[in-house]
């Protein structure tokens, strides 16, 4: 049987790449810098477009804010950094910041994930 595409709803970012990674492993709809795809459940995720997690913030939000993708990090310094946020805002990215202290170890990012 043919897999049918997958429709990706979610980024998650190289601050977090191991929970991209795991969560990429168990759902189509979720990519992560450098993900090379994958058939999850019959539906098939093509390759990530951010094809390494160096490719820096302020170039792959518009990217990834343009597929209309949830952006999931843990970068608590994103606020600061006026490049970073004006990408956020100029592309009207939509964005999640685990907290630092909830989100320290995968476990405890699977945890608020769930």
């Given at each position: 049987?043919?897999?049918?595409?997958?429709?990706?709803?979610?980024?998650?970012?190289?601050?977090?790449f191991?929970?991209?990674?795991?969560?990429?492993?168990?759902?189509y709809d979720v990519t992560y810098p450098g993900d090379p795809g994958a058939v999850i459940h019959r539906r098939e995720?093509?390759?990530?477009?951010?094809?390494?997690p160096a490719v820096?913030?302020?170039?792959?939000?518009?990217e990834v804010a343009s597929r209309g993708w949830l952006i999931?990090?843990?970068d608590s310094k994103i606020i600061e950094n006026r490049n970073e946020i004006a990408a956020v805002r100029e592309n009207n990215?939509?964005?999640?910041?685990l907290n630092?202290?909830?989100?320290?170890?995968?476990?405890?990012?699977?945890e608020v994930w769930s």
């Open positions: 049987m043919t897999p049918r595409l997958a429709q990706v709803g979610v980024y998650v970012d190289a601050y977090i191991g929970l991209g990674k795991i969560l990429g492993s168990l759902r995720r093509p390759t990530c477009p951010i094809a390494s820096l913030d302020p170039d792959w939000i518009p999931i990090t843990r990215a939509k964005m999640v910041a630092q202290q909830d989100a320290q170890t995968k476990w405890g990012q699977l």
